[in-house]
Nanobody, 114 residues
């Protein structure tokens, strides 16, 4: 069983930055494939970025060049640095880990508004 806890969401103005964190339980963190997803009101959950156990990253076209996913194996934590935020980035952001099964965090709200 893997438990995931997100933090770092909030209300920011367009153009500002936020960093999300996802703390994971379990002693096999470095083996987890992980990712960030988001769900805006009335829309389906969509992939934002993923990172493999080896550090290979993948991004949705809508966030390329603005968001950076990373992980710290010593802290069992994954991050999402979000720069140049836009109103369309407003959503609940979810952390996902895959290790034989798929696990989800509870989500953290990101609101971008002037």
């Amino acid at each position: 069983q893997v438990q995931l806890v997100e933090s770092g969401g909030g209300l920011v103005q367009p153009g500002e930055s936020l960093r999300l964190s996802c703390a994971a339980s379990g002693k096999f963190f470095r083996s987890y494939a992980m990712g960030w997803y988001r769900q805006a009101p009335g829309k389906q959950r969509e992939l934002v970025a993923t990172i493999t156990s080896g550090g290979t990253t993948n991004y949705a076209d809508s966030v390329k060049g603005r968001f950076t996913i990373s992980r710290d194996h010593a802290k069992n934590t994954m991050y999402l640095q979000m720069n140049s935020l836009k109103p369309e980035d407003t959503a609940v952001y979810y952390c996902n880990a895959h290790y034989y099964s798929s696990y989800w965090g509870q989500g953290t709200q990101v609101t971008v508004s002037s």
